[in-house]
């Protein structure tokens, strides 16, 4: 069984696709340990990992975001988060922040936003007398934003892996991706007074009014998925089809909406749920080996001998989590992950909703984290800024969502006062 890992470090420093990789591992393990006779009956547990009702829903979501992506809605946010926050020193930065807030209501991940603001953010604060790494580092602290404000792609696969309600989760995401912004604001707004950086010149600011009818229809996206879940109207996959209904109506208005465009949406969505999918194949096959070798007890009778109750076992999964987002993405992350340990948090009484927004938000800060820092790299390539430099600019954010994780672990109301507000239950 020794030449197990050598293969699969071999195989993963190679390039390999880590679905592949983990569930050719994982079959290989089971023949190395004598237990090759259950291999018969993966198909079925591989069915059971993926025939959940809650991931219906994420590859609507996926079709909506790319659908208003490709719509052309990128300026109307941009324009009305000007005429808000465009005034204030430092007030590109803000317009940064709060443009990723409204994406977030869009795209669901890091990953488009970042994508889709470098391109603009980055040379137009350059242009204004910013730090070009300075402009990378914003952007890419900011597109955090997107998994955690609702929908979320991550809280639909946590919600599948452990059945916890996906509309509880998402409106618990709300409180701590507006705090996420507003910390990022703070942060921003020291740095402008420390470094000088320009405001908006109201001549250049556009007109509220104006600005904010011409980005309703891209707004009233969240409202809607929202609305439906907090009265009941919808469940999220009832609310992922009003989504896609939805964004179509705004990719007419905006005038992006074309046969060609809808192609292309629905071919991109096809390959992100399949990628997303054989992950969670792959990651089933692993699951059930450590059922049959007993890992998941051998686990929990190694964090009972270390006393690690309650909230120190949250702060122990925050460094683990905090450690595999550096390296991993975060799907595979979560999908790894999770089934390992949350069902000891949850065997302690720790609210699954609290635990999912913890971790989602846990592995999210990977995303900005070298040495993978997803969001880092794509701001880097699409800006062609020094990959080393930009992570090193976005140390004081990465400082920054640090703190607000740690508050949203000792505080866990952060999280479950709105979904108890609206009548959802949290245990």
Known sequence: MWFIPIIFIVFLISGTAFA??????????????????????????????????????????????????????????????????????????????????????????????????????VPEMKARGYDPYYAGAITAASSMIGPIIPPSIIMIIYGGLTGASVAALFIAGVVPGLLLAAALMLLNAVIANIKGHPGGKSDDLPKFLPSLLHAAPALCLPAVIL????????????????????????????????????????EATAKMTGTIFIILAAISVLGY????????????????????????????????FLIAGMFMDTPVALTLLIPLFAP???????????????????????????????????????????????????LPFIAVQILLLLALVYWPALSLTLPQMFGFSVN
């Open 344 to 394: 000891q948090a949850l065997a302690q009484g720790i609210s699954p909703i609290h635990l999912g927004i913890v971790l989602c938000f846990n592995l999210c800060v990977g995303l900005i984290t070298p040495p993978l820092g997803k969001c880092l790299v794509v701001v880097s390539a699409l800006t062609n800024l020094n990959y080393w430099r930009l992570a090193y600019a976005a």
């Open 20 to 121: 592949y990789l983990m569930g050719s591992v994982s079959v290989l393990t089971f023949v190395a340990v004598g237990k090759s006779q259950y291999l018969s009956i993966m198909p079925q547990r591989i069915f059971a990992q993926l025939d959940v009702f809650a991931f219906m829903a994420m590859p609507l979501f996926i079709l909506t975001a790319e659908i208003m992506s490709r719509a052309g809605v990128t300026r109307s946010l941009i324009d009305f988060a000007m005429s808000v926050v465009g005034r204030f020193r430092g007030g590109l930065g803000h317009v940064n922040i709060l443009t990723s807030v409204f994406f977030a209501g869009i795209s669901g991940s890091a990953i488009a936003d970042s994508a889709a603001l470098s391109r603009t953010f």
């Open 289 to 320: 080996l450590a059922g049959q070798l007993g890992w998941s007890q051998a686990l929990a009778n190694w964090v009972e001998s270390f006393g690690l109750t309650d909230t120190k076992y949250l702060f122990f999964l925050v460094v683990i």
């Open 227 to 266: 609305g439906a879940l907090v009265f009941g109207l919808a469940t999220p996959t009832e609310g992922s089809a009003i989504a896609v209904l939805v964004a179509l109506i705004a990719g007419q208005y905006y005038k992006g909406l074309n046969w060609r465009m809808i192609f292309d949406a629905v």
